[in-house]
């Protein structure tokens, strides 16, 4: 028996190595000086004007950073963490498709001033806080929020090769993992109140770990991520349809929450050689693209994060149907999420967003649109 194991083991190890040599030959970010397909230029131009509609109608001349809305009036008008990831992502995702100096200037731009967040005053290590500026150790402060501005720091090492942003990305990481993680039950915080565990930010927490492991080797950033998902994938923390809850407190599953985590466990399958994390990834795969479908219409600053990571995801393993998902969606969007001033500021069937997900004339509304197409100009279509 003994032997009859450890011939199944290296049976799956060889699977989980073609796998990964299949990767390297799925599409992969564009190269310096590659020549782009014509779908990528046609995204990556999508994406510029996205960002310039930004910059001209939401930057805060006075104060130096972006408005959350547009004629924003309130006596703290700056754009929050959760308001300004999605133009962080598109500027990212720019540089990294086109690596021009100027886009790479931009990215660096960006992620200078987005060190603003930084909060030296949290306890026990510093952390983002949501507005920028916060210094205070009793600032309310959001874990995913971390998780997500921590990828963004991620792409924008990516962008620039600056390790200034990877140690930026890895400050979110220390952050989360020293005042996010619960000790007596596991899981990750919603925020610094503790009302319950997120979903969120489970789900960018983790991805942030698995991230920062594959650009450093770090064993704190495995440590993290292993220790993340073993959590969730033993503690009960899942939906009935086996995809992961939207937190403790509520069994629904949300799409921007499984992306990331399909994401991690099939990157760190291939970084470590595990199998049952690739065949996990797989099965939530196709769990998460039948139960949402492939046209989404939740709201744009959600389901672009999905649509983010499962274009990865393609990119990853070859699934020509993942880039199918995004440039479906990204279609509608151009089509129907233009208002009449020429801003992505409707759902992407052209619909009022409910104010429930989004104000009037928000920042992050048409800068979640904007990073789709930002990422589909990273990665070229199948063949």
């Known amino acids: 028996m003994r032997h009859l194991a450890a011939g199944l083991s290296t049976l799956l190890l060889a699977l989980v190595l073609a796998a990964a040599a299949h990767a390297s030959r799925s599409p992969s970010p564009q190269s310096p000086g590659a020549a782009f397909t014509s779908a990528q230029q046609s995204y990556l131009t999508l994406a510029k004007s996205g960002v310039a509609q930004a910059e001209r109608r939401w930057r805060d001349g006075r104060r130096g950073w972006y408005d959350a809305r547009l004629g924003d009036r309130e006596r703290y008008p700056l754009a929050t963490i959760w308001d300004i990831v999605p133009l962080f992502e598109s500027i990212d995702a720019i540089a990294i498709a086109q690596p021009s100096a100027a886009n790479r200037r931009a990215a660096s731009r960006f992620a200078s001033g ?42 924008a090492y990516r962008a620039t090769g600056m390790r200034r942003y990877l140690l930026d990305a890895e400050r979110a990481l220390r952050y989360i993992a020293a005042a996010g993680w619960d000790p007596n039950g596991g899981g990750i915080w919603w925020n610094t109140h503790h009302p319950y565990k997120a979903g969120e930010a489970l789900a960018s927490g983790t ?14 950033a495995l440590g993290q991520a292993r220790k993340l998902l073993t959590w969730a994938n033993s503690s009960g923390f899942s939906a009935a349809d086996r995809l992961y809850a939207a937190s403790n407190v509520s069994p629904t599953p949300i799409d921007y929450i499984e992306g990331p985590l399909i994401y991690a466990q099939a990157t760190l399958c ?114």
């Not at 987005?114 to 806080?129: C, H, I, K, T, W």
């Not at 492991?213 to 064993?219: A, D, E, K, R, V």
């Not at 595990?274 to 769990?287: F, H, M, Y």
């Open 114 to 155: 987005a060190e603003r967040y930084l909060n030296r005053g949290l306890r026990p290590v510093p952390g983002y806080s949501p507005y920028p500026g916060d210094r205070e150790a009793n600032t309310e402060t959001w874990f995913d929020d971390n998780g997500w501005w921590g990828l963004a720091f991620v792409n």
């Open 270 to 383: 291939r970084l470590t050689a595990t199998p049952s994390e690739c065949q996990r990834a797989e099965t939530l795969k196709s769990t998460a693209l039948s139960r949402f479908g492939y046209l989404l219409d939740f709201s744009p600053q959600y389901d672009a994060i999905y649509l983010q990571w499962m274009l990865a995801l393609y990119a990853l393993d070859g699934d020509r149907s993942l880039y199918a998902l995004v440039a479906d969606n990204a279609r509608d969007a151009q089509t129907h999420a233009v208002n009449g001033e020429g801003l992505y500021l409707r759902s992407w069937n052209g619909e009022t967003l409910p104010t429930g997900y989004a104000l009037p004339g928000m920042l992050q509304t048409q800068a979640a649109t904007t990073s789709v197409f930002a990422w589909l100009a990273v990665y070229p279509p199948p063949a």
């Open 207 to 220: 991805l942030l770990a698995t991230l920062i492991f594959q650009q450093t080797h770090s064993s704190f």
